[in-house]
């Protein structure tokens, strides 16, 4: 669906081992490749009841909704609407939980820097030259969840220049769709991974907790990553949101693909990356963006204030040296 896998700087390894368990339940697992990115679907069962076709099935029927690269999705023939359109389930879905987010974060997650995100480098068609400060000027003019309006299944737009780019938020509900299938077929115990957003549930069918490594950035210059933390977790979703590994450079100007919807410039701020633990994908997906635009003291304050929400934050100190910090429920998350 995506333009690139979604970049981020803390990459999450499952550490789950196959074994027998509780009344011969096996692990099985499925592997592809979809929305621009690899997929990883592991579950304990007596049989392999849930298939690679049907998982690639729900895949492209969500792209065929929210992909930005199909010309004939959804999102697209919204964007090139005049005044908008009736849009289908999962994008419907999607917005509503968009509107949610825009407005718990005072907009700081917002869906209309599609404009922006293609003018900086990062959208479907490439670029010549980074914008000026004219042409920023006049992008923002398009940009602001104000411009948009969800009414039953259809979605309004007060402009034809405004456009809706969902990568920041569609992966993550991916994620909660395939999880649901599995859900539905009765298995009790897996983990969904789609581009490093993850969703679980447990535990193991020998009463273990499922254990999820996060790895973070190595203390030497240039090095591949190391694994900062294991953590134990029977319900719930992890993704992240990070500037490091995803950017252009043109000259000496380096520039991230995490879109301040305010100013209408890459981010730039102490920020490396923000991993987050919520109650499902799309939450946490949607909220990892919102807070890479807050200083660490905002972003830490806002999860407290946040019922099952915890996260773990990696950030440039004043001196330029590498630091990291986490909610006090992210603590306990901890196992190693």
């Not at 049989?47 to 065929?64: E, H, M, P, R």
């Not at 694994?227 to 719930?236: A, D, E, K, L, P």
């Not at 000496?252 to 920020?271: A, Q, R, W």
């Not at 830490?300 to 006090?328: C, P, Q, W």
């Amino acid at each position: 669906m995506f333009s690139v896998n979604k970049s981020i700087l803390l990459s999450i390894s499952l550490l789950i081992s196959s074994f027998f368990g509780k009344d011969d339940q096996r692990q099985f697992t499925i592997q592809g490749y979809a929305q621009g990115t690899d997929y990883t679907v592991k579950y304990f069962a007596l049989d392999s009841i849930i298939t690679k076709g049907a998982v690639d099935s729900i895949l492209s029927v969500i792209d065929s909704s929210m992909s930005l690269y199909k010309p004939y999705s959804r999102i697209c023939k919204f964007n090139a609407s005049k005044n908008g359109l009736e849009l289908d389930a999962h994008f419907k879905n999607v917005m509503a939980k968009s509107f949610e987010i825009n407005k718990a974060t005072s907009g700081k997650f917002d869906v209309t820097v599609a404009p922006l995100v293609q003018a900086w480098g990062f959208g479907a068609k490439p670029i010549q030259e980074f914008p000026d400060i004219a042409a920023v000027k006049n992008l923002l003019k398009s940009t602001g969840m104000k411009h948009l309006r969800l009414k039953g299944n259809y979605l309004t737009k007060n402009s034809e220049t405004v456009q809706v780019d969902l990568n920041g938020i569609a992966q993550g509900y991916s994620v909660d769709v395939v999880a649901d299938h599995l859900l539905k077929k009765g298995i009790k115990a897996f983990v969904v991974e789609i581009g490093g957003e993850l969703r679980m549930k447990g535990p193991k069918p020998d009463g273990s907790a499922m254990r999820i490594g996060i790895e973070g950035p190595s203390p030497v210059a240039g090095a591949e990553p190391v694994v900062r933390h294991v953590i134990s977790i029977n319900n719930g979703a992890i993704t992240t949101s990070g500037n490091y590994r995803k950017f252009l450079q043109k000259g000496s100007k380096k520039v991230t693909h995490l879109i301040d919807p305010k100013t209408g410039y890459p981010l730039n701020n102490e920020m490396i990356s923000v991993t987050v633990y919520a109650k499902d994908a799309i939450t946490a997906d949607g909220y990892d963006n919102a807070l890479m635009a807050m200083d660490v003291k905002q972003a830490l304050a806002f999860v407290e204030r946040k019922k099952d929400m915890e996260a773990y934050i990696i950030y440039h100190r004043k001196d330029g040296n590498v630091a990291d910090t986490l909610s006090k429920g992210f603590r306990k998350l901890i196992t190693d």
